[in-house]
């Protein structure tokens, strides 16, 4: 079985490079049978990648977004096995053998590898509060959360990222892509899943296929911030199309106020739409700043970081809710 390496990018053609190097000068499964696509949706080239990389194939975005850029991969991918992987994950040098053995024991089947932060960036983040905070609390490995133990390692589980994710071309196609309705990622590839589902594909976590998380440049407030605002927007989309996700907290506690909430509910609801002001913001932000500057204890600092973040989930949500009631 070969392999269709696809890597969504944009403006990121220093991480990119790492995340190439990993592929080809530290796999173990053979040059020839896999082959590496890049799909640009950003106004950096990657021109010294592909001077280094001759094999590597950079392509356009035929669209916008991570969903438009799988598609338009998987559409130029030439190997029946599509393996997506994020433009920030450094895989294993068994990554691409430990996909096609296990796509190999299981039939109609969505295989994802597990990930970690690279010891660098630990390292990193543990200089700052809020390094601290992002280690503690925020992105949490997926290495032995899940139940469903089917062998040593390996896991059925109901929701899949896209970080470092294999499926068949043939079955992706019967699912039919990624919906690329959602304006950022964070949620359309757990829609994927969610139809693959409903089709009877099985959803596999491999937690002995571990990438390393390199993304270092966004290992400050102000990235995380922004990623919070932008990976919820697809969220209210996600809730239409499958309505059961709002008897979930993130549904039932932002965007805007609806028919059935309670007085706490709506009370809430105002005051994140009031603290979520742009003034508000700012104010918070650099309240956190000088806290930062005066080396405030950590206890401090993560309930600052914690407020900030679902306020910029709020904003995001409620944002993208508006947006989706002009469209109905």
């Not at 530290?26 to 896999?34: A, V």
């Not at 990222?161 to 071309?169: D, E, M, P, T, V």
């Not at 949620?187 to 937690?207: G, P, S, V, W």
């Amino acid at each position: 079985m070969n392999a269709s390496i696809i890597i969504p990018t944009k403006n990121r053609t220093k991480l990119l490079e790492e995340t190439i190097s990993a592929i080809f000068d530290k796999q173990e499964f053979r040059l020839g049978k896999f082959e590496v696509l890049v799909v640009n949706d950003g106004n950096e080239e990657p021109t010294a990648i592909q001077q280094k990389y001759k094999e590597v194939k950079v392509i356009r975005n035929k669209g916008a977004g991570a969903a438009w850029a799988r598609n338009t991969g998987a559409e130029y991918a030439q190997y029946e096995l599509l393996l997506f992987i994020d433009d920030d994950m450094l895989i294993a040098p068994h990554c691409i053998s430990r996909h096609v053995e296990l796509h190999q024991k299981f039939n109609r089947a969505l295989i994802s590898g597990s990930w970690e932060y690279s010891p660098a960036l630990v390292n990193t983040l543990k200089a700052s509060s809020f390094g601290r905070y992002k280690l503690e609390y925020d992105y949490k490995s997926l290495k032995g959360e899940e139940k469903n133990l089917l062998s040593p390692g390996i896991y059925k589980t109901n929701v899949l990222a896209s970080f470092n994710l294999s499926i068949l071309k043939k079955d992706f196609d019967e699912i039919g892509g990624y919906n690329t309705n959602f304006p950022y990622a964070g949620c359309e590839d757990q829609e994927l899943t969610m139809r693959a589902m409903a089709k009877n594909f099985q959803l596999i976590l491999d937690t002995a296929n571990i990438s390393l998380h390199n993304e270092k440049d966004r290992a400050n407030m102000n990235s995380w911030l922004m990623r919070q605002y932008t990976g919820v927007q697809g969220y209210p989309l996600l809730c239409d199309l499958f309505p059961t996700k709002k008897l979930e907290p993130l549904y039932m506690e932002n965007g805007l106020i609806r028919d059935g909430d309670s007085n706490d509910i709506q009370r809430k609801k105002k005051r994140k739409h009031f603290l979520s002001s742009r003034f508000n913001l700012s104010l918070i932000k650099l309240l956190t700043s000088l806290l930062e500057l005066f080396r405030v204890n950590d206890k401090v600092l993560f309930r600052l970081y914690k407020g900030l973040g679902g306020l910029y989930i709020y904003k995001g949500f409620y944002q993208a809710e508006i947006q989706l009631k002009k469209t109905r």
